[in-house]
């Protein structure tokens, strides 16, 4: 199984609302994140959690808030979104977990479409 | 701190003709290369890496890339194109301790015509 699942496909909140976005690997990897990509750009990094502990924070917004259970799942909380936060989030796991590890690749889910209205 | 630069944004291209996408990159310590693929409302899918060895890289789908140190270059190719290759490609580098924080240029499109 290379695969990682991102839950849901699409979704539309508006800016009072709270949503989560859920992310599931099993490959046994040990580094999950979360990317944010804007229409017409890369994706670029939010959070990284090595062994289920956040390890880079890249400065992102209070009302984004990460959450890793389990070393399977990754879930991003979202509290008073404002529209401009409408983008794909995409969730990605590889199997180094930090510092002095062999360097591999970051398997990507599908992403989940998000619209604040 | 590195930083990557794909140096076409858009690159039209008819099928069955050769591909070129350039990607250069700078960095004070080595740094890993991949290229990613990404269809229309998909996430991101690994063509090809460069962690360490031969300079050339052979991906999936066909395509190629070579690492050129001197000239700080990860360019990738493709001998022939099909229409399913319409996408965008992102390069991108991250280096070893750095929790593979992937830092990637702003993307080619790439559209072939039939």
């Known amino acids: 199984d290379t695969e990682v699942t991102q839950t849901p496909k699409h979704l539309v909140m508006g800016m009072t609302n709270k949503k989560s976005l859920k992310c599931e690997q099993h490959m046994g990897h040990r580094a999950m994140y979360w990317y944010k990509q804007k229409a017409k750009k890369p994706p670029e990094l939010m959070f990284v959690y090595s062994y289920e502990k956040l390890s880079i924070n890249e400065s992102v917004p209070s009302r984004f808030s990460p959450e890793c259970p389990n070393s399977s799942l990754l879930n991003l909380h979202l509290h008073a979104l404002q529209p401009e936060d409408s983008a794909l989030y995409l969730c990605?796991?590889?199997?180094?977990?930090?510092?002095?590890?062999?360097?591999?690749?970051?398997?990507f889910g599908q992403g989940t479409r998000l619209t604040v209205v | 701190a590195q930083s990557v630069t794909q140096l076409d944004s858009q690159v039209p291209v008819f099928e069955e003709a050769p591909v070129e996408l350039r990607c250069n990159y700078s960095s004070s310590v080595s740094v890993y290369l991949f290229w990613y693929v990404q269809y229309p409302n998909q996430g991101l899918q690994l063509l090809l890496k460069?962690?360490?060895?031969?300079?050339l890289v052979k991906g999936i789908n066909g395509f190629e890339a070579e690492f050129n140190k001197s000239q700080t270059s990860f360019h990738l190719r493709k001998p022939s194109v099909h229409i399913s290759d319409t996408a965008e490609y992102f390069c991108?580098?991250?280096?070893?301790?750095?929790?593979?924080?992937?830092?990637f240029g702003g993307g080619t499109r790439v559209l072939v015509k039939p």
């Open positions: 991108a580098v991250s280096r070893k301790a750095a929790g593979n924080k992937l830092t």
């Open positions: 990605a796991s590889s199997q180094d977990g930090g510092q002095g590890e062999i360097n591999t690749e970051a398997f």
């Open positions: 460069y962690l360490s060895g031969s300079t």
